[in-house]
Protein backbone atom coordinates (compact mmCIF):
# COMPACT_ATOMS: atom_id res chain seq x y z
CA UNK A 1 0.00 0.00 0.00
CA UNK A 2 1.08 3.44 -0.53
CA UNK A 3 2.07 5.80 2.09
CA UNK A 4 2.93 9.10 2.91
CA UNK A 5 5.41 10.25 5.53
CA UNK A 6 5.95 13.77 6.99
CA UNK A 7 8.69 13.81 9.34
CA UNK A 8 8.19 17.11 10.82
CA UNK A 9 5.70 18.00 13.12
CA UNK A 10 6.17 21.47 13.51
CA UNK A 11 8.56 23.76 11.74
CA UNK A 12 9.30 27.60 12.29
CA UNK A 13 10.85 30.42 9.49
CA UNK A 14 11.19 34.36 10.03
CA UNK A 15 9.38 36.22 7.49
CA UNK A 16 11.96 36.89 3.97
CA UNK A 17 13.90 33.48 4.84
CA UNK A 18 13.84 29.97 3.47
CA UNK A 19 12.60 26.94 4.82
CA UNK A 20 12.26 23.38 3.76
CA UNK A 21 9.37 21.23 4.60
CA UNK A 22 9.97 17.10 4.40
CA UNK A 23 8.23 14.34 2.93
CA UNK A 24 8.63 11.25 1.72
CA UNK A 25 6.56 8.43 -0.08
CA UNK A 26 6.43 4.39 -0.17
CA UNK A 27 5.04 2.87 -3.63
CA UNK A 28 5.37 0.51 -6.36
CA UNK A 29 3.93 2.39 -9.04
CA UNK A 30 5.80 4.42 -11.69
CA UNK A 31 2.98 6.74 -12.98
CA UNK A 32 1.77 9.13 -9.98
CA UNK A 33 1.48 12.66 -9.40
CA UNK A 34 3.01 14.30 -6.03
CA UNK A 35 1.38 17.65 -4.35
CA UNK A 36 1.74 20.29 -1.73
CA UNK A 37 -1.64 21.42 0.10
CA UNK A 38 -1.76 24.42 2.60
CA UNK A 39 -4.69 24.50 5.16
CA UNK A 40 -4.72 27.39 7.06
CA UNK A 41 -6.85 28.28 9.95
CA UNK A 42 -9.56 29.09 7.67
CA UNK A 43 -9.79 25.04 7.10
CA UNK A 44 -9.45 25.67 3.19
CA UNK A 45 -7.48 23.06 1.47
CA UNK A 46 -5.39 24.97 -0.92
CA UNK A 47 -3.19 23.48 -3.44
CA UNK A 48 0.46 24.72 -3.27
CA UNK A 49 1.99 22.75 -6.02
CA UNK A 50 2.04 19.32 -7.86
CA UNK A 51 4.91 17.45 -9.14
CA UNK A 52 4.12 14.77 -12.32
CA UNK A 53 6.14 11.66 -11.69
CA UNK A 54 7.32 11.13 -15.11
CA UNK A 55 8.97 14.68 -15.11
CA UNK A 56 12.38 14.94 -13.79
CA UNK A 57 11.87 18.71 -14.04
CA UNK A 58 10.94 20.01 -10.33
CA UNK A 59 7.96 22.15 -9.95
CA UNK A 60 7.99 25.91 -9.46
CA UNK A 61 5.15 27.99 -8.51
CA UNK A 62 6.57 31.48 -7.66
CA UNK A 63 8.00 31.22 -4.09
CA UNK A 64 7.42 27.62 -4.25
CA UNK A 65 9.24 24.96 -5.49
CA UNK A 66 9.71 21.19 -4.82
CA UNK A 67 13.17 18.67 -4.93
CA UNK A 68 11.44 15.40 -6.20
CA UNK A 69 13.89 12.73 -6.03
CA UNK A 70 12.16 9.37 -7.47
CA UNK A 71 14.85 6.89 -6.79
CA UNK A 72 14.74 7.92 -3.20
CA UNK A 73 10.77 8.65 -3.24
CA UNK A 74 11.40 11.83 -1.30
CA UNK A 75 9.25 15.16 -2.05
CA UNK A 76 10.07 18.19 -0.31
CA UNK A 77 8.66 22.06 -0.41
CA UNK A 78 10.61 24.99 -0.30
CA UNK A 79 9.52 28.28 0.29
CA UNK A 80 11.69 31.38 -0.30
CA UNK A 81 11.26 34.53 1.18
CA UNK A 82 9.17 33.78 3.58
CA UNK A 83 5.82 35.55 4.42
CA UNK A 84 3.38 35.96 7.55
CA UNK A 85 0.68 34.35 5.06
CA UNK A 86 2.43 31.08 4.54
CA UNK A 87 2.08 30.11 8.17
CA UNK A 88 -0.59 26.98 7.91
CA UNK A 89 -0.62 23.20 7.82
CA UNK A 90 0.94 21.79 5.16
CA UNK A 91 0.11 18.71 3.83
CA UNK A 92 2.22 15.96 1.38
CA UNK A 93 -0.21 14.33 -1.22
CA UNK A 94 0.20 10.90 -3.42
CA UNK A 95 -1.93 10.24 -5.79
CA UNK A 96 -2.67 7.96 -8.58
CA UNK A 97 -5.05 6.25 -11.01
CA UNK A 98 -5.31 3.40 -8.42
CA UNK A 99 -5.52 5.95 -5.55
CA UNK A 100 -7.42 8.69 -4.23
CA UNK A 101 -5.20 11.35 -2.65
CA UNK A 102 -3.08 9.89 0.14
CA UNK A 103 -2.31 12.26 3.03
CA UNK A 104 0.78 12.66 5.10
CA UNK A 105 0.02 13.88 8.60
CA UNK A 106 1.24 17.29 8.15
CA UNK A 107 3.66 19.84 9.13
CA UNK A 108 2.81 22.83 11.37
CA UNK A 109 4.35 26.08 9.76
CA UNK A 110 4.41 29.27 11.76
CA UNK A 111 6.27 32.64 10.36
CA UNK A 112 7.98 35.15 12.64
CA UNK A 113 8.21 38.69 12.07
CA UNK B 1 -16.54 30.69 -11.22
CA UNK B 2 -18.03 29.16 -8.15
CA UNK B 3 -15.59 27.11 -5.78
CA UNK B 4 -16.34 23.64 -4.31
CA UNK B 5 -19.24 24.61 -1.28
CA UNK B 6 -20.02 22.42 1.51
CA UNK B 7 -23.06 22.80 3.57
CA UNK B 8 -23.74 23.19 6.64
CA UNK B 9 -20.79 24.62 7.76
CA UNK B 10 -20.86 23.60 11.59
CA UNK B 11 -23.34 20.62 13.07
CA UNK B 12 -23.80 19.15 16.29
CA UNK B 13 -24.59 15.49 16.66
CA UNK B 14 -25.64 13.06 19.21
CA UNK B 15 -24.15 9.58 19.52
CA UNK B 16 -26.83 7.30 17.18
CA UNK B 17 -28.46 9.69 14.80
CA UNK B 18 -27.98 10.22 11.47
CA UNK B 19 -26.31 12.99 9.53
CA UNK B 20 -26.20 13.72 6.04
CA UNK B 21 -23.62 16.50 4.65
CA UNK B 22 -23.96 18.34 1.33
CA UNK B 23 -21.03 19.54 -1.53
CA UNK B 24 -21.43 20.87 -4.82
CA UNK B 25 -18.89 21.40 -7.11
CA UNK B 26 -16.15 23.40 -8.79
CA UNK B 27 -18.11 24.39 -12.22
CA UNK B 28 -16.86 21.97 -14.46
CA UNK B 29 -16.01 19.31 -11.84
CA UNK B 30 -17.96 15.96 -12.60
CA UNK B 31 -16.69 13.82 -9.98
CA UNK B 32 -16.75 14.11 -6.44
CA UNK B 33 -14.63 12.74 -3.18
CA UNK B 34 -15.00 13.01 0.20
CA UNK B 35 -12.42 13.38 3.33
CA UNK B 36 -12.79 12.85 6.98
CA UNK B 37 -10.60 14.78 8.89
CA UNK B 38 -9.51 14.27 12.28
CA UNK B 39 -7.96 17.09 14.81
CA UNK B 40 -4.32 17.45 13.80
CA UNK B 41 -4.51 15.04 10.80
CA UNK B 42 -4.56 13.99 7.47
CA UNK B 43 -7.68 14.16 5.92
CA UNK B 44 -8.66 10.26 5.13
CA UNK B 45 -9.96 9.43 1.79
CA UNK B 46 -13.57 7.72 2.73
CA UNK B 47 -15.62 7.51 -1.45
CA UNK B 48 -15.36 9.05 -4.63
CA UNK B 49 -18.26 9.60 -7.01
CA UNK B 50 -18.64 10.01 -10.79
CA UNK B 51 -21.32 9.19 -12.69
CA UNK B 52 -23.98 9.22 -10.21
CA UNK B 53 -21.61 5.95 -8.73
CA UNK B 54 -19.38 5.08 -6.06
CA UNK B 55 -16.00 4.18 -7.92
CA UNK B 56 -13.81 4.30 -4.94
CA UNK B 57 -14.18 3.79 -1.31
CA UNK B 58 -11.40 3.88 1.45
CA UNK B 59 -11.74 1.75 4.81
CA UNK B 60 -14.78 3.22 6.26
CA UNK B 61 -17.59 1.27 7.42
CA UNK B 62 -21.07 0.92 5.89
CA UNK B 63 -22.39 3.67 8.04
CA UNK B 64 -20.86 6.01 5.47
CA UNK B 65 -22.66 6.54 2.41
CA UNK B 66 -23.07 8.47 -0.30
CA UNK B 67 -24.79 9.77 -3.12
CA UNK B 68 -24.88 11.43 -6.40
CA UNK B 69 -26.81 13.19 -8.35
CA UNK B 70 -27.45 14.24 -11.97
CA UNK B 71 -25.99 17.63 -12.07
CA UNK B 72 -22.56 16.17 -9.79
CA UNK B 73 -23.54 17.96 -6.33
CA UNK B 74 -22.85 14.63 -3.83
CA UNK B 75 -24.33 13.76 -0.34
CA UNK B 76 -22.14 12.19 2.44
CA UNK B 77 -24.49 9.82 4.72
CA UNK B 78 -23.32 8.59 8.30
CA UNK B 79 -25.82 6.73 9.99
CA UNK B 80 -25.51 5.21 13.68
CA UNK B 81 -22.85 8.34 14.42
CA UNK B 82 -20.58 7.54 17.22
CA UNK B 83 -17.81 9.83 18.94
CA UNK B 84 -15.33 8.63 17.09
CA UNK B 85 -16.86 10.58 13.82
CA UNK B 86 -16.15 13.80 15.17
CA UNK B 87 -14.00 15.27 12.21
CA UNK B 88 -14.04 17.89 9.59
CA UNK B 89 -15.64 16.38 6.56
CA UNK B 90 -14.04 17.69 3.21
CA UNK B 91 -15.41 17.54 0.12
CA UNK B 92 -12.73 18.13 -3.34
CA UNK B 93 -14.09 17.39 -7.01
CA UNK B 94 -12.22 17.27 -10.19
CA UNK B 95 -12.61 16.85 -13.39
CA UNK B 96 -12.14 13.68 -14.59
CA UNK B 97 -8.93 13.23 -16.90
CA UNK B 98 -9.75 11.73 -20.75
CA UNK B 99 -6.70 10.52 -22.95
CA UNK B 100 -3.94 8.54 -22.03
CA UNK B 101 -2.48 8.46 -18.56
CA UNK B 102 -3.98 9.40 -14.84
CA UNK B 103 -4.06 13.29 -15.97
CA UNK B 104 -3.16 15.61 -13.45
CA UNK B 105 -6.50 14.86 -11.63
CA UNK B 106 -6.04 18.03 -9.55
CA UNK B 107 -8.82 17.91 -6.51
CA UNK B 108 -10.01 21.26 -5.47
CA UNK B 109 -11.56 21.18 -1.87
CA UNK B 110 -14.20 22.75 -0.18
CA UNK B 111 -14.06 25.02 3.17
CA UNK B 112 -15.35 21.62 4.61
CA UNK B 113 -18.07 20.84 7.70
CA UNK B 114 -17.02 20.51 11.32
CA UNK B 115 -19.19 17.59 12.60
CA UNK B 116 -19.49 16.96 16.46
CA UNK B 117 -20.78 14.00 18.27
CA UNK B 118 -21.24 14.05 21.52
Known amino acids: AQTVTQSQPEMSVQEAETVTLSCTYD???????LFWYKQPPSRQMILVIR??????QNATENRFSVNFQKAAKSFSLKISDSQLGDAAMYFC??????????FGKGTTLSVSS | DAGVTQSPTHLIKTRGQQVTLRCSPKSGHDTVSWYQQALGQGPQFIFQYYEEEERQRGNFPDRFSGHQFPNYSSELNVNALLLGDSALYLC?????????????????FGPGTRLTVT
Open chain 1, 93 to 102: AYRSARTALI
Open chain 1, 27 to 33: TSESDYY
Open chain 1, 51 to 56: QEAYKQ
Open chain 2, 92 to 108: ASNRRGTGVGIGPYEQY
